[in-house]
Every structure is written in structure tokens, then in C-alpha cells.
């Protein structure tokens, strides 16, 4: 089963871009690359999804290395309500989630 | 558009018992998911429902069973708890089609004494 590997913690500023990666090197060709985050005592949250191009949505952009090992969830100006776990997950395109495995996350601190 | 609901929030059992959780889904999915949720191990993925049949499975013993009703409602069983049962069991809902992103509740605490 494809897995990812993302760092356990990490920091921001207010109010500046936040970086966060994501590596997935066994990704098949049907993974579709998917972000969720889980704000204290809530149930995780979507955040985007991609398979081969960038994307971009309300809340956030994703960059996809061009050979898909990799990718980056880019938050443009964190907030404190941005400080969460955030997870790395590739969900087969043919299949289900029952191969998913969501991790443990990278939990971002968000400092004023 | 309400969202998903779990009942209840915070369950306290004793080793051996069963309990069984309850998921609404957001009005008009027709898939429901299961998660477990434990500090050491992250969300692990427990079933799927569709149409009230099972879709998908995860790697858990058979004491963890699920069903879905026609109104796309879900339940999850846990027969004879053990300690390491203990967690935050997460529902979540999704509209089959194009969009992929699952909706998820708040969950249920599950306690095991």
C-alpha cells in the first residue's frame, strides 16, 4: 500500500506562507494525492486534492512534484485557526479508502 | 446543509460489553465511512458503506461490525471490548461522484474500562 511521510511538527508566524510536505515515493499512477486537517476536537476537515497538476481552492494551493513523490499543501498567510494536524493521504482514483492510511499527521503551531 | 452527526459523543464501557455508535450522514451522501482514531496509531480506516452494503474494509478483527440502513444512517458494533478499543471512532460522508473529499463528525469518544 502507497504511504506517505510527512514531518511531526511544525512552526509558522502569523500571518506568513506556510509550507508543508509531503512525500510519497511508492504513489501509483491512480493515487490521487489528498489533504485533510483535524482542528482541536473536530473531526478532520478536506482541504484539496490533486493528481498531476497544482491546485488551487479557497483555502489553500497544492504543488505536485512533476514526478509525483512529492507535494507541498501551501497555506498563503497561516492564521491561528489554521493551527491543526494536517495529513497527507493518497486515495486509490479506481478504488475505495479502505487502503487509505492517514497517519499521524504534521501538527502546525501557528504563533502570533 | 446540516452536517455529519455522530451519536453519542462520549461513551464509558467495561471490558466485554458491546456498544453500538450512530452516523447521519449529510443529507443526500449515500457513503459512509468508519475511522478509528487513537493516539498511536492515527486514523485507521474501518469500513465503508454504500447503499446499505459493505464496500470496503479495513484490517480489523470481526468484532467490529457495521451496517447501513436505507437512509443511509450508519451504525458501527464493537462486541466484547477489550482496553485497547479505547479511542475516537470517526464517521464520515461523501456524495459518489466526482468529488472525492469525505465529510467528517465530530466523533465518538469510546472508552473502555
Known amino acids: 500500500d502507497a504511504k506517505t511521510t510527512q514531518p511531526n511538527s511544525m512552526e509558522s508566524n502569523e500571518e506568513e506562507p506556510v509550507h508543508l510536505p509531503c512525500n510519497h515515493s511508492t504513489i501509483s499512477g491512480t493515487d490521487y494525492i489528498h489533504w485533510y486537517r483535524q482542528l482541536p476536537s473536530q473531526g478532520p476537515e478536506y482541504v484539496i486534492h490533486g493528481l498531476t497538476s497544482n491546485v488551487n481552492n479557497r483555502m489553500a494551493s497544492l504543488a505536485i512534484a512533476e514526478d509525483r513523490k512529492s507535494s507541498t499543501l501551501i497555506l498563503h498567510r497561516a492564521t491561528l485557526r489554521d493551527a491543526a494536524v494536517y495529513y497527507c493521504i493518497l486515495r486509490d482514483g479506481v478504488g475505495g479508502y479502505q487502503k487509505v492510511t492517514f497517519g499521524t499527521g504534521t501538527k502546525l503551531q501557528v504563533i502570533p | 446543509k446540516a452536517g455529519v452527526t455522530q451519536t453519542p459523543r462520549y461513551l464509558i464501557k467495561t471490558r466485554g460489553q458491546q456498544v453500538t455508535l450512530s452516523c447521519s450522514p449529510i443529507s443526500g451522501h449515500r457513503s459512509v465511512s468508519w475511522y478509528q482514531q487513537t493516539p498511536g496509531q492515527g486514523l485507521q480506516f474501518l469500513f465503508e458503506?454504500?447503499?446499505?452494503?459493505?464496500?470496503n474494509k479495513g484490517n480489523f478483527p470481526g468484532r467490529f461490525s457495521g451496517r447501513q440502513f436505507s437512509n443511509s444512517r450508519s451504525e458501527m458494533n464493537v462486541s466484547t471490548l477489550e482496553l485497547g478499543d479505547s479511542a475516537l471512532y470517526l464517521c464520515?460522508?461523501?456524495?459518489?461522484?466526482?468529488?472525492?473529499?469525505?465529510?467528517f463528525g465530530p466523533g465518538t469518544r469510546l472508552t473502555v474500562t
Open positions: 458503506y454504500f447503499s446499505e452494503t459493505q464496500r
Open positions: 464520515a460522508s461523501r456524495f459518489e461522484g466526482l468529488s472525492y473529499e469525505q465529510y
